[in-house]
C-alpha cells in the first residue's frame, strides 16, 4: 500500500476569487496529515480538486507517478483516492451494510462485462470480493454487530463511521476526510479520532481536514496549513501550529502576543 500524493502548483479559481491559489505540497504514504485553517481558506476546495469533483483553473497531481490531472472523479476513485463529506450522505432506505456496500462498486466490473459466460463469472468473483471489502470495512470501524440496522436509527458519530466504512471499502490507497469530526459530542470526537489515528497505524495514508484542532495535533504526523488559498506552512504538528503566522491566520492572533 502506498497513497503518495504530489501536488504541483494547483489552483482553483472561480472569477475573480482565488479558492486554491498556487498550492504545491506531498502526501507521503503511510501518513496521517491534518490541514487546518480559517473558514474560507481553501481546505474543501482542495480536497474536491484532489478527488476530482471540482474541474481545476491549473496545476498537476499524480498518485505515486500517475498523472491524474484533470480526471474526472470516477478515474480518480478507481486510482485508488477514496473521500467523505462534510455532510453525511448516506441512503436512509439501505441498510448499513448496504450503504458500505456502495463504496466497493468500483471493483466490480461494468455491465458489458457480464455479457458471456466468462465475463458473468468474473462479475460473481467481483461482487465476491466487493462484498469481502465492505465486510472487512465494517470490522475496521468496529459497526460490523450494526450491518442489518438502518443508518438514521444511529447516533450521529456511528453515522460518520459508516461514511468512512464506505470509503475504505473501495480499497484506497489515499483516503480524504472532510471535518469527519464536525457536529459530534467529545466522547464520539475521541472515538472517531481513534479510528482515523489506527488507520494510519495500520499503513493507510490519510488526509484529514478538520476544524478541531487540539484533536487533529494528537492524531496526525504533519500539518498543512492554509489561508486565502495558499500553504502558509507545514511541518510537525505542534510546532507548525505554535508558529507566529499560523497563529496568526488560524487562531486569530496578533505576532507579538503569539
Known amino acids: 500500500m502506498t497513497g503518495r500524493l504530489d501536488v504541483h502548483d494547483l489552483r482553483v479559481w472561480f472569477g475573480g476569487v482565488k ?12 501518513k496521517v496529515h491534518g490541514v487546518v485553517g480559517p473558514n474560507g481558506s481553501g481546505k474543501t ?15 498537476r497531481l499524480e498518485l505515486d507517478g500517475a ?24 441512503i436512509p432506505t439501505l441498510t448499513v451494510r448496504e450503504n458500505v456496500l456502495l463504496g466497493a462498486d468500483g471493483l466490480t466490473p461494468d455491465a458489458a462485462a457480464g ?6 463469472a468474473a462479475r460473481r468473483r467481483a461482487a465476491t470480493a466487493a462484498a469481502r471489502s465492505a465486510d472487512e470495512a465494517l470490522e475496521r470501524l468496529e459497526i460490523a454487530h450494526l450491518a442489518d440496522r438502518a443508518p ?12 468512512i466504512a464506505r470509503a475504505l471499502a473501495a480499497r484506497p490507497t489515499l483516503l480524504l476526510l472532510d471535518e469527519p469530526l464536525a457536529g459530534m459530542s467529545r466522547g464520539e470526537r475521541a472515538e472517531v479520532a481513534g479510528v482515523i489515528r489506527r ?10 481536514v478538520e476544524h478541531d484542532l487540539r484533536t487533529l495535533l494528537g492524531i496526525c504526523d504533519h500539518l498543512f496549513v492554509m ?6 506552512a507545514e511541518g510537525p504538528p505542534r510546532e507548525t501550529a505554535a508558529g507566529p503566522e499560523v497563529q496568526e491566520a488560524y487562531l486569530g492572533r496578533s505576532r507579538g502576543a503569539a
Do not use: C, M, W
Open 19 to 30: 479558492a486554491v491559489d498556487g498550492i504545491s505540497l506531498t502526501v507521503s504514504p503511510g
Open 45 to 59: 476546495t482542495l480536497v474536491n480538486a484532489v478527488s476530482g469533483v471540482q474541474p481545476l483553473t491549473g496545476g
Open 67 to 90: 498523472d491524474l490531472t484533470g480526471s474526472p472523479a470516477h478515474v480518480v476513485s478507481r486510482a485508488g483516492i477514496a473521500r467523505t463529506f462534510q455532510s453525511i450522505k448516506l
Open 115 to 120: 455479457r458471456d459466460v466468462f465475463g458473468r
Open 152 to 163: 438514521d436509527e444511529l447516533s450521529y458519530g456511528t453515522r460518520r463511521r459508516i461514511e
Open 199 to 208: 488507520l494510519g497505524d495500520e499503513g493507510l495514508t490519510l488526509f484529514v
Open 227 to 232: 489561508n486565502f488559498g495558499r500553504l502558509i
